[in-house]
Structures are given as C-alpha cells and as structure tokens.
C-alpha cells in the first residue's frame, strides 16, 4: 500500500493539483515543550504568543478571501492558553488537526509520556470544541514506534509527520500501517526564518519563500500530485514574508484549477484510491 504503486491520483472535478496549507499554531507550547526554562523569559513566550494575536489573524483574513479551506495542527496547551483560538478556526471552515499538548518531542521523552502528551492534547482539544481530530502531526515531526502505536491505537484517519514520499502514502511499522501525508523541511517556513537567542537559526530573504514554493506548486502541476505548505503563525505571520505567502496564494489561485483542500478531505479523496491499488 505505498504511493509509488499507485497511478497519477485523482482529484475532484478533475482537477490538475491538489494543495493544502496548514500551520502549526505552537504558540508558547513550541518553547515551554523544549524547557521549562522558558516560562521565566517574557520575550520569548510573546514571541510565541504573536502567532495567535496576529499571525492567526492575517492567515484567516487571506484564506477566507480566497475561500480557501486549510488545516490547523494546534497543541493541547495553546487551546488552554487562548480559549477562542479554537472556536474561531472552526466558525472559519477549517480542520484542526492534533498536534500534541506540550509539543514535547516523542523521541526525547519516554513512552509513557508520549502517552500522556497524546490524551492531554485529546482532552483540552474537545474542552476547547473541536470534534475529535482526523489527522495528528508529531512535534517537530519526529515519530517513534510508541507514538506511531498511539497514532493507530486512537483511531486517527491519517498522520503528517514523515517523508517517504512527495505523495500521499502508507506509512508503515512493524506490520501495522497509517495513511500518510508527507511532509518535508524544504516546504516548511520555519528552516528559513526561524532563529533563537540560543541556537541561531536563519533570517532568509522573504521572497525565497515564493520562489522556492512556486517551484514546488509548479512541480506538482507537473505531477498532477498533492503537495502541503507548513507553517507556524509566529514566523509566516510576520507581515514581509506574510505578503510572500500571499503573492503565492494569488498566484495559486489565478491558475484558477487548484483544488485547495483540508488534509481531512485529502485523506478521504486517496485512501480509497490507494486501497484499491493495493488489491
């Protein structure tokens, strides 16, 4: 059940390509899951908490202009720390996706607090109002055994955390597998913007984020594949690589055949289209 067995996949009225945008609202969960260090440094934590003050803001202005459906992977503790995050993207139209609760790496903690980081993110998600989540993505798309259990094990239809194919695909464990919906570094916002006091990072040139993306978006027309844009509220937010992200939707948009979907929905478009591959 792997994607390189499968024919060109189809997409709803035939269209040529199929693209989804999501983010990852980590907000303050993104530094306090790396160390609780960061609950005493004010700058940061505001850093983090711009993403949903205004990062959140200008994505949902740009994609209710376009009437453009995305996914939202939002971590337990940011649906604690500002309760009408949630509320306000399902008014919207939009998916949201699990995304752990502390946005603890799965490979840096035990299995039992891969565990607890699965159902606390499960538990404030539906305090919060959202039905139960279709998809999960790992912090810092790291996987491991435990985690990839725990992903089957509470019935999520699909996973976005790995990068075997440029396809949607079966991911696949110790004889068990789960609909995948790769991902990939070079289609993420933060390798090019991101940067911290501690570790240094990268402050590229806004536009190549329109560059390298078209690039992608046209190679996938080419394909006729699905292809998915990752990013962070807090780092595409910021209004110069904002207006990048916009130039790329209009650009999308002009082409005027793009099927622009919800991870959801993608996974409800192939899975059946791979199943019957695999027969």
Request: charged share 25%.
């Amino acid at each position: 059940m792997r994607a390189d067995n499968n024919p060109r996949l189809q997409w709803p009225n035939k269209r040529p390509v199929a693209v989804s945008l999501t983010f990852d609202v980590d907000a303050e969960a993104g530094l306090l899951g790396d160390s609780p260090s960061f609950a005493r440094r004010l700058t940061s934590l505001s850093e983090g908490r711009f993403g949903v003050t205004r990062g959140v803001p200008r994505i949902l202005e740009l994609l209710r202009r376009h009437k453009i459906p995305a996914t939202f992977f939002v971590p337990g503790y940011t649906a604690q720390q500002h309760p009408h995050l949630v509320e306000m993207l399902l008014k919207e139209g939009h998916e949201i996706g699990h995304h752990g609760h502390m946005h603890l790496r799965s490979d840096k903690v035990s299995a039992e607090q891969q565990s607890e980081e699965m159902q606390l993110g499960l538990e404030a998600l539906a305090k919060a109002g959202a039905p139960k989540p279709a998809g999960y993505r790992s912090s810092s798309w790291e996987l491991t055994p435990e985690t990839f259990e725990l992903v089957l094990a509470n019935g999520f239809a699909y996973d976005s955390s790995c990068m075997g194919d440029d396809r949607p695909y079966y991911e696949q464990w110790n004889g068990a597998s789960i609909l995948e919906i790769p991902v990939h570094w070079s289609l993420d916002d933060w390798p090019m913007f991101g940067w911290s006091i501690d570790n240094g990072g990268n402050f590229t040139a806004p536009r190549a984020l329109f560059d390298s993306w078209l690039a992608e978006y046209e190679s996938a027309r080419r394909d006729g594949r699905h292809t998915s844009f990752t990013m962070h509220p807090e780092v595409i937010g910021r209004a110069a690589r904002f207006e990048q992200l916009e130039r790329l939707v209009e650009r999308m948009v002009g082409d005027g055949d793009v099927w622009f979907a919800r991870l959801d929905e993608v996974a409800k478009q192939v899975a059946p289209q791979l199943q019957q591959v695999a027969k």
